[in-house]
């Protein structure tokens, strides 16, 4: 039963016939785009170490969120710059601040654009940790009631979705909680359930301004070298209620991404990180490999591994090369 009877190139020899057995399609519908948001008015200041994105004020993000919606993109995920930082992260869960403001300004002017976002400390806090710190030690129970408000915050402003990127036990029942005595009990939870403690950060730490001043993340992030571990923490946050679960990062993770579809019935994420889109723009700048074919088969790989939503840098152009 093998050659020459079977001939797998038959249906490889044209395009037509290779594109009726394609298993895997990339749509604008699958990805969310990530935008930072910045103080001040008129500020569209390059992000050095990630080429092609921006920090933005408010009302340059509105303007580049309707392109996003044009382009069929069905959501942006925000990150947020904040003026002052300090060591309870006030920031974060003011209704005055840069994520709050962005979040009605994309709403009025972009109202069925999902507006998602990333709920975490780290931004916002002096030390640049996702949590409380007292005694050099990152505090977990603490910072649960702080990731609450920032969520509740972001839900009064009108975020269709709230993601939790701290990796904090705990988190997704306390924002729950919150937003379900709120009324907000509509509001999904995208959960950064599979979070690594990775390398491939570093390009975001730049564009986000948040680097912690001391230590590293791997007290409360993944171990990269787990796996099965990656199935408990999902299980915990579908367990207290998250709606979507995410696993970051994607590239160095696909097995991960797969065991999770394959295990369990929620839809699933996967963040194509910053180090992963820089590695890219840099190899290009370089002349040593062809973008727009790299970064369609980055994506493509997520999608066949099992990623129903591609958070990714690239969601703009890739929709562009999709539409050629
Ligand atoms: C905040 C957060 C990070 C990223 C998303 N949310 C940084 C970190 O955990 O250090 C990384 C995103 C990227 O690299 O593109 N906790």
């Known amino acids: 039963m093998s ?9 490889r020899l044209n395009k037509i016939i290779r594109n009726m057995v394609r298993e895997t399609h990339l749509a604008s519908e699958d990805f969310i785009y990530p935008m930072f948001v910045t103080f001040g008015k008129g500020v569209r200041k390059k992000i050095s170490s990630m080429p092609g994105c921006f920090q933005l004020s408010v009302d340059e993000i509105v303007k580049e969120a309707q392109e996003v919606y044009k382009l069929g993109i069905p959501a942006v995920i925000l990150f947020g710059i904040p003026e002052h930082k300090d060591e309870k992260g006030s920031e974060a869960y003011s209704d005055k601040g840069v994520v709050q403001k962005a979040i009605r300004a994309i709403k009025d002017k972009c109202p069925d654009l999902a507006v998602i976002t990333d709920v975490c400390l780290c931004e916002y806090m002096s030390h640049g940790h996702c949590g409380v710190i007292k005694n050099g030690k990152i505090l ?3 910072t649960l009631e702080l990731l609450a408000k920032e969520a509740l915050s972001h839900a009064k402003a009108g975020a269709d979705i709230v993601a939790p990127s701290d990796m904090m036990d705990g988190r997704v029942a306390a ?19 599979a979070k690594y403690a990775s390398a491939f950060y570093s390009p975001f730490r730049e564009a ?13 992030q993944m171990d990269p070298a787990n796996r099965r571990e990656a199935i408990k923490e999902v299980a915990l946050d579908i367990e207290e209620g998250a709606d ?21 019935d929620v839809p699933v994420a996967a963040y194509n990180v910053s180090g992963e889109y820089s590695m890219v723009k840099a190899a290009a700048k370089l002349g040593w490999i062809d973008e727009k074919r790299i970064m369609m088969e980055l994506l493509n790989s997520l999608k066949r591994a099992g990623a129903d939503l591609i958070l ?6 890739a929709v562009k090369e999709l539409r050629k």
């Open 3 to 11: 050659y020459p009877i079977h001939r797998p190139r038959r249906l």
């Open 140 to 142: 977990n129970d603490p």
């Open 175 to 193: 924002i729950r909680d919150i937003l379900d005595a709120n009324s907000f009990e509509d509001i999904p939870i995208m959960s950064y359930a």
């Open 208 to 220: 986000a301004e948040a680097t912690p001043q001391f230590g590293d993340r791997r007290s409360y």
């Open 312 to 317: 990714t840098y690239f969601a703009v152009d």
């Open 244 to 264: 979507i679960v995410m696993v970051k990062p994607a590239m160095c993770y696909l097995d991960i991404i797969s065991d999770v579809k394959n295990t369990f």
